[in-house]
């Protein structure tokens, strides 16, 4: 991490700016005073005793700093020694959202564009909606949340008990499913709530700015990165941790996951079981020139790779999880050894007991299928095929420019 980036008042870190690396960077000043506070504290430790920085003021301040973790590749077909690194971002509070969630009200306060006390209102699948949960205990800001049928009902009753109002739509919207049918009730409660804000994690560019901490750790952590896997849903990761370990890497390669039935990247819309990554509409955050490459994984695969996760490392999460520890795994199958890949774990495995990790819902659904292939289908280009298994292209498109 660079410890000299600017800060809004080197007296005061906490001093209001509008400046959105300068926010990025008070935070980053804040982590490492209470390392050296907590290093000073324990100096009369034995030698090789260590403490890890764990005395926070407020909430907000638990996330980031995530671990990583090596994970050999999960078929058992290759050399024990290729894996890859795990970003466990299911470290944080309530997931890898927690990150946009603060950033995105910080950035909207310090410009003015929310006042104290204003509500929030955001459509969530779940995970930004615990983050802007906890942004909302933070700021002081009463945040609801509109979700559909598909929320888990562990989420729905923690967001309550942390204070957010879950407000649910019934019935999906005809072409842009429950994603649209979510935007379009955001609307009208922003118009029922004068003063309110909604942060628009499809297309806040705050939202990508969120992640130039989570790239700054891969760096410090694992130094030059070759390879970054990550899923994608509102694009806000994939192009916040790309942008910036490219700084340090102009060749990194990035690798987009996708799920089968998602539009994100060309597909047709169908339904989708797996939450999480994959959209019914186009989120103004994908940067699709930054990816060299896509994988759709279906349910099935996802699953098989978070059991597998679980029983070899205690290291699991949701369908994002499977389907980027999947594509991650091949890529360590099939580059050079001593390439460096790093993959975004986005959450943990809890809010997936009832479903990825309860065989009566995995049977019903027809989700044990047993190992997947060790490589994927390939198409030329999204348009060619509607992908119903892991699949692969190295053409990546963006479905708003083409012309029908």
Same mark, same amino acid.
């Not at 600017?6 to 906490?14: D, E, F, I, M, S």
């Not at 910080?106 to 802007?132: N, W, Y």
């Not at 879950?166 to 609307?187: E, F, L, N, S, Y």
């Not at 495995?349 to 009832?354: S, V």
């Given at each position: 991490?660079?410890?000299?980036?600017?800060?809004?008042?080197?007296?005061?870190? /906490?001093?209001?700016? =509008?400046?959105?690396?300068?926010?990025?960077?008070?935070?980053?000043?804040?982590?490492?005073?209470? =390392?050296?506070?907590?290093?000073?504290?324990? #100096?009369?430790?034995?030698?090789?005793?260590?403490?890890?920085?764990?005395?926070?003021?407020?909430?907000? /301040?638990?996330?980031?700093? &995530?671990?990583?973790?090596?994970?050999?590749?999960?078929?058992?077909?290759?050399?024990?020694?290729?894996?890859? +690194?795990?970003?466990?971002?299911?470290?944080?509070?309530?997931? !890898?959202? @927690?990150?946009?969630?603060?950033?995105?009200?910080?950035?909207?306060?310090?410009?003015?564009?929310?006042?104290?006390?204003?509500?929030?209102?955001? *459509?969530?699948?779940?995970?930004?909606?615990?983050?802007?949960?906890?942004?909302?205990?933070?700021?002081?800001?009463?945040? &609801?949340?509109?979700?559909?049928?598909?929320?888990?009902?562990?989420?729905?009753? !923690?967001?309550?008990?942390?204070?957010?109002?879950?407000?649910?739509?019934?019935?999906? %919207?005809?072409?842009?499913?429950?994603?649209?049918?979510?935007?379009?009730?955001?609307?009208?409660?922003?118009?029922?709530?004068?003063?309110?804000?909604?942060?628009?994690?499809?297309?806040?560019?705050?939202?990508?700015?969120?992640?130039?901490?989570?790239?700054?750790?891969?760096?410090?952590?694992?130094?030059?990165?070759?390879?970054?896997?990550? =899923?994608?849903?509102?694009?806000? %990761? *994939?192009?916040?941790?790309?942008?910036?370990?490219?700084?340090?890497?102009?060749?990194?390669?990035?690798?987009?996951?996708?799920?089968?039935? =998602?539009?994100?990247?060309?597909?047709? $819309?169908?339904?989708?079981?797996?939450?999480?990554?994959?959209?019914?509409?186009?989120?103004?955050?994908?940067?699709?020139?930054?990816?060299?490459?896509?994988? +759709?994984?279906?349910?099935?695969?996802?699953? +098989?790779?978070?059991?597998?996760?679980?029983?070899?490392?205690?290291?699991?999460?949701? +369908?994002?999880?499977?389907?980027?520890?999947?594509?991650?795994?091949?890529?360590?199958?099939?580059?050079? $050894?001593?390439?460096?890949?790093?993959?975004?774990?986005?959450?943990?495995?809890?809010?997936?007991?009832?479903?990825?990790?309860? @065989?009566?819902?995995?049977?019903? %659904?027809?989700?044990?299928?047993?190992?997947?292939?060790?490589?994927?289908?390939?198409?030329?280009?999204?348009?060619?095929?509607?992908? &119903? #298994?892991?699949?692969?292209? /190295?053409?990546?498109?963006?479905?708003?420019?083409?012309? *029908?």
């Amino acid at each position: 991490m660079n410890n000299n980036l600017p800060l809004a008042n080197p007296v005061n870190p /906490t001093s209001i700016t =509008s400046n959105p690396q300068i926010l990025l960077a008070n935070r980053a000043h804040r982590t490492l005073v209470r =390392s050296r506070q907590t290093r000073d504290r324990y #100096r009369l430790l034995p030698e090789g005793y260590q403490v890890t920085p764990g005395r926070n003021r407020h909430p907000g /301040t638990m996330v980031g700093n &995530t671990p990583v973790l090596w994970i050999p590749e999960l078929s058992g077909t290759s050399d024990p020694d290729r894996g890859f +690194w795990a970003k466990l971002e299911g470290f944080n509070p309530g997931g !890898m959202k @927690d990150r946009p969630a603060l950033y995105m009200v910080e950035c909207a306060r310090a410009r003015g564009d929310i006042a104290p006390g204003a509500a929030i209102v955001e *459509s969530t699948g779940g995970t930004l909606g615990l983050g802007l949960a906890l942004a909302g205990k933070v700021y002081r800001h009463p945040v &609801t949340l509109v979700t559909d049928p598909g929320l888990e009902p562990i989420i729905a009753r !923690m967001l309550t008990a942390y204070g957010a109002g879950v407000d649910m739509v019934t019935q999906p %919207h005809p072409v842009g499913g429950w994603q649209q049918a979510r935007k379009d009730r955001v609307a009208q409660l922003m118009a029922e709530y004068p003063g309110a804000w909604n942060p628009n994690q499809y297309g806040n560019p705050d939202n990508v700015g969120a992640y130039r901490s989570l790239a700054l750790e891969l760096v410090a952590q694992l130094g030059r990165i070759d390879v970054l896997v990550c =899923s994608v849903g509102t694009g806000g %990761h *994939s192009a916040g941790v790309a942008r910036v370990l490219r700084e340090f890497n102009p060749d990194m390669r990035l690798i987009g996951v996708d799920t089968i039935g =998602s539009t994100i990247f060309g597909q047709p $819309a169908s339904n989708r079981l797996m939450r999480g990554l994959g959209s019914s509409i186009y989120p103004r955050n994908v940067d699709y020139r930054a990816f060299d490459e896509v994988h +759709w994984v279906a349910p099935p695969e996802a699953v +098989w790779a978070c059991r597998s996760l679980a029983a070899t490392h205690y290291a699991s999460g949701g +369908w994002s999880v499977g389907a980027v520890a999947l594509v991650a795994g091949w890529a360590a199958r099939n580059l050079p $050894a001593d390439t460096t890949i790093a993959a975004v774990f986005p959450d943990g495995p809890q809010r997936y007991f009832d479903t990825i990790y309860n @065989d009566a819902y995995c049977n019903e %659904h027809e989700l044990l299928g047993g190992q997947p292939p060790t490589e994927p289908d390939e198409i030329a280009s999204p348009l060619d095929a509607v992908v &119903t #298994r892991w699949t692969r292209s /190295t053409t990546v498109i963006d479905p708003t420019q083409v012309v *029908s």
